[in-house]
C-alpha cells in the first residue's frame, strides 16, 4: 500500500489541537484518563460476554464486536493525539498515516454494518419473537458478525490505494490530531477528482444503505410496540431496544456532523470537534450506555465484582 510511493514527503506533522499553553497538560491527563476508560470498559463488555453464560446470546455476543471495533478505533487515533499534546506536534511518517487513515475508515465501516446487523437482531426480537431462536442461532450470528469486518477491511481499500499514490510535493503539516481523508487531499499536489468520485460513490453501501436499514428496522420495531396494548409490554420492549437506539444515535449524530453537514468560518475548529465526537466520545460512550441501561450487564458486573 505504501511501496509504490512517488512524494517527496516521508512524513506528516498532525497539529492536533496546537498549542494551548499550560492547558496542553490538562488535555493530556483528561484524554489519557478517557483513553484508559475507554480501554477498561470495552475491554470489560468483552470479557464479560466471553465468561457470562447468561450473556452468550446473539445480542451480547453482537455488542462485544462493537466493542473490539471500538477499541481498535480507539488505540488507532488517541495516542497520537496524547503526543501532541505533550509535544505540541506529533510527526507521523507516511505510511503510517496512511496505514491510520486505512484502520479509521475500515472501523468506522465495520461499525456502520454491525449496528445495522444489531437493528436486525433487535426487529427479529420485537416484531417476530416466536421465530427469534430459530432465526437467529448463534451459528448465524456468528455469519452475520464475519461481514461488517469483511466490508469494513475491504471496501475502503480502493480509497486507501488512490490517496497512497498520491503526490505531496511541499507542506507536511496537516492540521488535524489524525490522519483524516480531507486534509490530506487539501495537502496533496495530485488531481483528487478520482478519489472524491470514489468516496461519494462508496458513501452509498458504507453509510446510506445501513443508516436506511437501520431506520427502517425501528419504523417496524416502533409500530409493533406502539400496537402493544399493555404499559408494562410496551416498556418491556423498548428497553430491549434502547441501548442500540442510543448508541446508533450517537454514532450516526457524530458522522453525519463531521462528514454531511456543510461548516463557514471556524470550519477546522468544528471539524476537530466533531471528530473528537466520533473517534473520542462515542467509543467511551458505548459500554457506558449498555452498563447503564442493560439489567443483564449490571447484573454480570456485580458477580464480577
Known amino acids: 500500500m505504501c511501496g509504490k510511493n512517488y512524494t517527496k514527503v516521508s512524513e506528516f506533522v498532525l497539529l492536533g489541537f496546537g498549542n494551548l499553553g499550560k492547558l496542553n497538560v490538562v488535555m493530556f491527563i483528561i484524554f489519557l484518563i478517557i483513553f484508559l476508560f475507554t480501554i477498561t470498559g470495552n475491554l470489560l463488555i468483552i470479557v464479560l460476554v466471553s465468561i457470562t453464560p447468561a450473556l452468550q446470546i446473539p445480542m451480547y455476543y453482537l455488542l462485544s464486536h462493537l466493542s473490539f471495533s471500538d477499541l481498535l478505533m480507539s488505540t488507532n487515533i488517541l495516542p497520537n493525539m496524547l503526543g501532541g499534546f505533550l509535544f505540541r506536534a506529533q510527526i507521523i511518517t507516511y505510511c503510517g ?11 468506522t465501516i465495520t461499525e456502520c454494518f454491525l449496528l445495522a ?163 473520542v466520545f462515542t467509543p467511551l460512550l458505548n459500554p457506558i450506555i449498555y452498563s447503564l441501561k442493560n439489567q443483564d450487564i449490571r447484573k454480570a458486573l456485580q458477580k464480577l465484582s
Open 117 to 279: 446487523v444489531m437493528s436486525y437482531d433487535r426487529y427479529l426480537a420485537i416484531c417476530n419473537p416466536l421465530r427469534y431462536h430459530s432465526i437467529m442461532n448463534m451459528m448465524f450470528c456468528v455469519n452475520l458478525s464475519v461481514w461488517p469486518w469483511l466490508l469494513g477491511f475491504t471496501l475502503n481499500f480502493i480509497g486507501i490505494l488512490t490517496i497512497s499514490n498520491f503526490d505531496f510535493c511541499a507542506n507536511n503539516v496537516i492540521d488535524h490530531f489524525y490522519c483524516d481523508l480531507s486534509p490530506l487531499q487539501k495537502l496533496s499536489c495530485s488531481d483528487t477528482y478520482l478519489l472524491e468520485l470514489e468516496a461519494i460513490v462508496y458513501s452509498i453501501p458504507t453509510f446510506i444503505f445501513p443508516c436506511g436499514f437501520i431506520m427502517v428496522t425501528y419504523i417496524c420495531i416502533f409500530h409493533t410496540i406502539f400496537s402493544i396494548l399493555s404499559k408494562t409490554g410496551k416498556q418491556k420492549a423498548f428497553s430491549t431496544c434502547s441501548s442500540h437506539l442510543l448508541v446508533v444515535v450517537t454514532f450516526y449524530g457524530a458522522l453525519i456532523a463531521k462528514y454531511m453537514i456543510p461548516f463557514k468560518g471556524n470550519s477546522l475548529i468544528i471539524n476537530k470537534i466533531a471528530s473528537l465526537l466520533h473517534t
Open 97 to 107: 498515516c496512511i496505514t491510520q487513515l486505512y484502520f479509521y475508515s475500515a472501523t
